[in-house]
């Protein structure tokens, strides 16, 4: 591959790179991610600096050796040992959006063919026909990223003197699901820095940005990128007759008076200034009945996508918890007020009945169980190790949970509030003196981009998305991580992260991206003269100034 790069100008490697990388499958989940790994090992491995230093390349097992991540040291000209990553990832979402396309998802020519005549999407024919953009599932997120990263790499072997350090690149999988590739890095980077000395500046991750609105074309950069929770809410209630159903409580109506609160509510976004910030949205809602009876549900479950940003994962907690609340007594509210409603109407004598709903976490429920002299943990540790493998790790979760209802002497109507796979911190700069240090210096250098480049490049806090950056660091303390562990069945299992790890690597994530439209959608395109002109420059520029800190 080296011979077949060398004669070419930087634009053109990063096009016959990228075009390469969106020829080959890497569905999340597919053999595909292991091809092509094993691929940007070969194409690494052919580059004379690491022919020359083969031990520089090196693959990192996941999953019992069903998938791997790919890792390149280059050592600057010195002896130095501040480093500077460089990280994408492999995988991709499928091609299911692509209907009867599918068949040429991965031959940008011919997409750019199809959408040049496409009446269908105004925007994407333009842009096919002037024949700057690159179609092709994966072309955006991020083969084109990957392929920047080789690209600059390539450079930087042959001029190590700009160097006062090291690059270390880490290709890894599993992006887009459970993120297995960067926690599994984890440990390496740990290993790294231990083994070699190295001290880590930044990870400069180059994940795709698009224009924020018709018109925009500001390039942003972001110094961190925004965390994602899963609350998770088992709820519940008293099962009744369809004949006697006021004596009952729902859970449904609990459910739905919770997603109503909830579910696209704003006010519950952080306000951040000049930061993209999105609310919650729900993403499942189901109840537990498998088929017709006259019996009313006994239980539903429903979880949650929460971005967060500045606020943690109790202050999470202690919210929805708040709300959960006032759910259940505006629900046990209106039922009391409808039976006395039926009573009278039908001249019935008065009844005493509860409605009362109670709303704890899992931490809460845990220590309830222990107090009433159960062993919750021995439960549940018994459970997971049965628990069928292909179930959802999200409905593995519910079912820790729901079990516990076995040790409950009360066996009372109750939501149950929780957290589930997968959790991303949020990782931005910091008010510390380094942090403050390094963003000076990256405004400094996006400053003399601008003036060279004639583009802008605002910087932000916080990648709206979700993305690898957010495992490279976590700002909470240790009664913060002891919360999230307590909170989250089954996590050492369903979803191993070492967050005091996390918290001693604190590695600042930015996020230069590529540029274009359409990620995760069938018209899915990379804008080529920023992306594979301007952009590598950029990120050598960032480099550059990072390593001279």
Same mark, same amino acid.
Request: proline share 4%; glycine share 6%.
């Given at each position: 591959?080296?011979?077949?790069l060398?004669s070419?100008?930087?634009?053109?490697?990063?096009?016959?790179?990228?075009?390469?990388?969106?020829?080959?499958?890497?569905?999340? *989940?597919?053999?595909?991610?292991l091809?092509?790994?094993? @691929?940007l090992?070969?194409?690494?491995?052919?580059?004379?600096y690491?022919?020359?230093?083969?031990d520089?390349?090196?693959?990192?097992?996941?999953?019992?050796?069903?998938?791997?991540?790919?890792w390149?040291?280059?050592?600057?000209?010195t002896n130095?040992k501040?480093?500077?990553?460089y990280?994408?990832?492999?995988?991709?979402?499928?091609?299911?959006?692509?209907?009867?396309? #599918?068949?040429?998802?991965?031959?940008? %020519?011919?997409l750019?063919?199809?959408?040049?005549?496409y009446?269908?999407?105004?925007?994407?024919?333009?842009?096919?026909?002037?024949? %700057?953009?690159?179609f092709?599932?994966?072309?955006?997120?991020?083969?084109?990223?990957?392929?920047?990263h080789?690209?600059?790499?390539?450079?930087?072997?042959?001029?190590?003197?700009?160097?006062?350090?090291?690059?270390?690149?880490?290709?890894?999988?599993?992006?887009?699901?459970?993120?297995?590739?960067?926690?599994?890095a984890?440990?390496?980077?740990v290993?790294?820095?231990?083994d070699?000395?190295?001290? /880590?500046?930044?990870?400069?991750?180059?994940?795709?940005?698009?224009?924020?609105?018709?018109?925009?074309?500001?390039? /942003?950069?972001y110094?961190g990128?925004?965390?994602?929770?899963?609350?998770?809410?088992?709820?519940?209630?008293?099962?009744?007759?369809?004949?006697?159903?006021?004596l009952?409580?729902?859970?449904?109506?609990?459910?739905?008076?919770?997603?109503?609160?909830?579910?696209?509510?704003?006010?519950?976004?952080?306000?951040?200034?000049?930061?993209?910030?999105?609310?919650?949205?729900?993403?499942?809602?189901?109840?537990?009945?498998?088929? /017709?009876?006259?019996?009313?549900?006994?239980?539903?479950?429903? @979880?949650?996508?929460?971005?967060? /940003?500045?606020k943690?994962?109790?202050d999470?907690?202690?919210?929805?918890?708040?709300?959960?609340?006032?759910?259940?007594t505006?629900?046990?509210?209106?039922?009391?007020?409808?039976?006395?409603?039926?009573?009278?109407?039908?001249?019935?004598?008065?009844?005493?009945?509860?409605? #009362?709903?109670d709303?704890?976490?899992m931490?809460?429920?845990?220590? +309830?169980l222990?107090?009433?002299?159960?062993e919750?943990? #021995?439960?549940?540790?018994?459970?997971?190790?049965r628990?069928?493998?292909?179930?959802?790790?999200?409905?593995?979760?519910?079912?820790?949970?729901?079990?516990?209802?076995?040790? %409950?002497?009360?066996?009372?109507?109750?939501?149950?509030?929780?957290?589930?796979?997968?959790f991303?911190?949020?990782?931005?700069?910091?008010? %510390?003196?380094?942090?403050?240090?390094?963003?000076?210096?990256?405004?400094?250098?996006?400053?003399?981009?601008?003036?060279e480049? #004639?583009?802008?490049?605002?910087?932000?806090? +916080?990648?709206?998305?979700?993305?690898?950056?957010?495992?490279?660091?976590?700002? *909470?303390?240790?009664?913060?991580?002891?919360?999230?562990?307590?909170?989250?069945?089954?996590?050492?299992?369903?979803?191993?992260?070492d967050l005091?790890?996390?918290?001693?690597?604190?590695?600042?994530?930015?996020?230069?991206?590529? +540029?274009?439209k359409?990620?995760?959608?069938?018209?899915?395109?990379?804008?080529?003269? +920023?992306?594979?002109?301007?952009?590598?420059?950029l990120?050598?520029?960032?480099?550059?100034?990072?390593l001279?800190?």
């Amino acid at each position: 591959m080296y011979n077949q790069l060398a004669s070419l100008k930087m634009e053109q490697q990063v096009e016959f790179l990228t075009k390469r990388l969106i020829q080959m499958e890497s569905y999340n *989940g597919t053999a595909g991610e292991l091809d092509k790994a094993n @691929y940007l090992l070969e194409i690494i491995g052919s580059f004379p600096y690491f022919q020359a230093h083969p031990d520089h390349v090196w693959k990192q097992t996941l999953d019992g050796d069903k998938r791997i991540n790919v890792w390149a040291f280059l050592q600057g000209n010195t002896n130095k040992k501040e480093t500077v990553i460089y990280h994408a990832h492999v995988d991709t979402v499928g091609i299911e959006d692509y209907g009867n396309l #599918k068949g040429i998802a991965h031959d940008p %020519d011919k997409l750019m063919e199809f959408f040049q005549s496409y009446e269908g999407d105004e925007e994407a024919r333009n842009d096919a026909l002037r024949g %700057d953009w690159m179609f092709g599932r994966g072309s955006l997120d991020m083969q084109s990223g990957i392929s920047i990263h080789l690209v600059n790499l390539l450079y930087y072997m042959h001029h190590r003197e700009k160097l006062e350090g090291n690059i270390l690149i880490l290709f890894n999988v599993d992006e887009e699901n459970q993120h297995v590739g960067i926690r599994g890095a984890l440990n390496e980077l740990v290993r790294l820095q231990q083994d070699r000395g190295l001290t /880590y500046k930044a990870a400069i991750n180059n994940d795709f940005i698009s224009p924020l609105y018709n018109g925009d074309e500001a390039k /942003y950069v972001y110094c961190g990128g925004a965390g994602k929770l899963l609350p998770c809410f088992s709820i519940i209630g008293r099962e009744a007759h369809v004949g006697e159903s006021l004596l009952g409580i729902d859970p449904t109506l609990i459910a739905s008076e919770i997603n109503r609160s909830i579910n696209q509510n704003f006010s519950l976004a952080e306000k951040l200034d000049n930061e993209l910030v999105l609310p919650p949205s729900c993403l499942f809602m189901k109840e537990n009945k498998q088929s /017709y009876d006259v019996q009313t549900p006994v239980s539903i479950r429903m @979880y949650f996508n929460y971005f967060i /940003y500045k606020k943690t994962p109790s202050d999470v907690l202690a919210s929805l918890k708040k709300i959960a609340q006032a759910a259940c007594t505006k629900i046990e509210n209106e039922l009391a007020a409808n039976y006395l409603a039926f009573r009278k109407a039908n001249m019935l004598p008065e009844r005493s009945i509860n409605w #009362k709903t109670d709303v704890m976490t899992m931490q809460e429920y845990m220590d +309830y169980l222990t107090a009433s002299g159960k062993e919750p943990e #021995k439960l549940l540790n018994s459970l997971l190790a049965r628990l069928p493998e292909d179930l959802d790790d999200r409905l593995k979760a519910f079912e820790l949970v729901e079990a516990l209802q076995q040790l %409950d002497p009360e066996k009372k109507p109750r939501v149950i509030i929780f957290f589930a796979t997968p959790f991303l911190p949020s990782n931005t700069l910091q008010e %510390d003196d380094k942090s403050v240090y390094l963003k000076e210096a990256l405004q400094e250098v996006l400053q003399e981009a601008e003036e060279e480049y #004639k583009e802008a490049f605002p910087l932000r806090g +916080y990648f709206p998305y979700l993305c690898d950056g957010s495992f490279l660091a976590f700002h *909470g303390d240790q009664a913060e991580i002891e919360a999230v562990e307590a909170n989250f069945p089954g996590m050492n299992a369903l979803f191993p992260l070492d967050l005091e790890k996390m918290s001693s690597l604190n590695i600042p994530a930015l996020n230069i991206g590529v +540029y274009g439209k359409g990620g995760h959608k069938w018209t899915e395109r990379v804008y080529k003269p +920023y992306t594979f002109q301007t952009l590598p420059l950029l990120i050598r520029k960032v480099t550059e100034r990072l390593l001279s800190l």
